[in-house]
């Protein structure tokens, strides 16, 4: 297991990592964030250099204090040989298998490793599969003209909206989830639709690797156009600094994925995999 520090070793990660798009997507979205200042605080774990089978971007130690918070304590794999990947989550100094954390991923072997490991690490797996999707060339879409009252305006999220945010996404309703959200606020482009006392009543941002997540429209404002709106300024936003414009849905979430079309969205061969541990010494606890 090495952890890879140089600048100069991120940098070529950074550009191998192309080769082997899409499965690759989530770890270059985040080395992609820390070449570029790191506001996250996160790393990389690769089991060899510079011929590595596996990939794992994770928060840096001393950024994951509390055992509870899975949505900081998030990380990114990508592997070319899955034993190796096996064998790199299996090092006690990869995982902190103690906490609760998260996996994401865009290969079907990080969900078999982890129910491989579930028992004789003593946690609890709970997985979550999404239909992953990008936009190649962002800049193609059309600007959207939409039913939007003049008093409305279009803006960056501002961590005093994290708390609305927090209650409204099927992920969220506690603390941690609003804390992990203004976080994500202060560190990585997000859009906003504000109405007239300043509150978003549309939005999408940004997270560590670089996906966008959570795009919501309250109720009352829906079907207006905010949620196309939105999701192109963000999409282009993104694309001028470099990064892929990738986001997910869920399969049920027939309203969205009519939206992504409606866009030409490219609906990936890959699905999107997002997977809960947690020790089982923590089940039992109600604050969870």
């Given at each position: 297991m090495l952890v890879l520090n140089c600048s100069i070793k991120l940098q070529i990660l950074e550009k191998m990592l192309r080769w082997s798009f899409p499965e690759s997507l989530k770890v270059y979205g985040a080395v992609m964030n820390i070449n570029r200042g790191n506001p996250f605080r996160q790393e990389v774990v690769v089991d060899s250099w510079p011929d590595f089978k596996a990939v794992i971007t994770r928060p840096q130690r001393e950024n994951v204090m509390d055992d509870l918070d899975h949505y900081t304590n998030a990380h990114a794999v990508f592997y070319k040989e899955l034993q190796a990947y096996k064998e790199l989550l299996e090092n006690t100094n990869t995982i902190n298998w103690g906490?609760?954390?998260q996996i994401q991923g865009l290969q079907d072997g990080i969900c078999e490793v982890s129910r491989s490991l579930a028992l004789s690490k003593q946690v609890d797996v709970k997985t979550s599969s999404f239909?992953?999707?990008t936009y190649s060339d962002p800049d193609t879409l059309p600007d959207v003209r939409c039913r939007m009252d003049p008093n409305l305006t279009v803006a960056c999220l501002d961590i005093s909206h994290a708390s609305l945010l927090n209650e409204t996404w099927s992920r969220g309703g506690n603390p941690r989830c609003q804390q992990y959200l203004a976080n994500l606020i202060c560190c990585f482009p997000s859009v906003c639709v504000l109405d007239d006392k300043g509150s978003p009543i549309s939005?999408?941002?940004?997270?560590?690797f670089a996906t966008m997540i959570h795009g919501y429209t309250l109720p009352e404002h829906r079907r207006k156009g905010y949620s196309r709106l939105v999701t192109t300024t963000l999409a282009k936003k993104l694309h001028s600094r470099g990064f892929p414009v990738q986001g997910n849905v869920l399969e049920t979430n027939l309203p969205s994925i009519t939206l992504l079309k409606s866009m030409n969205a490219q609906f990936l061969p890959c699905?999107?995999?997002?997977?809960?541990?947690?020790?089982?010494?923590?089940?039992a606890k109600p604050h969870l």
């Open positions: 906490q609760i954390f239909w992953m999707v939005w999408s941002l940004t997270d560590q699905s999107f995999f997002r997977m809960i541990h947690t020790p089982f010494h923590f089940l």
